[in-house]
């Protein structure tokens, strides 16, 4: 999951609210205050990034196939890559 940059944008909400939020008077525990505010706006970007469509069961079992499947190159290619990165090497070795 995007942990660092939800966070990031977590803080960010947080004090673009508590500056529209905050009344004139400052609130007597203010360390609560924006705990509260922050609880809130990190349970609302969970909710949202576990949504059912973009939170898939098979996410993981699609990204362990996604070795199984065919690729873009073919055998001749990869056996010509194989090839010449050994005579590369040969002739470093020379």
Do not use: G
């Amino acid at each position: 999951m995007k942990c660092e940059p939800d966070a990031e944008e977590c803080v960010n909400d947080t004090y673009l609210a508590a500056w529209n939020a905050i009344p004139p008077e400052r609130p007597d525990p203010l360390r609560t205050y924006i705990f509260r505010i922050t609880r809130n706006i990190a349970t609302a970007k969970y909710h949202a990034n576990t949504a059912l469509k973009r939170n898939s069961y098979y996410d993981v079992a699609l990204d362990e196939l996604e070795e199984c499947l065919t690729s873009a190159s073919t055998i001749e290619q990869e056996v010509d890559a194989k090839e010449l990165s050994q005579e590369i090497d040969r002739f470093l070795d020379s």
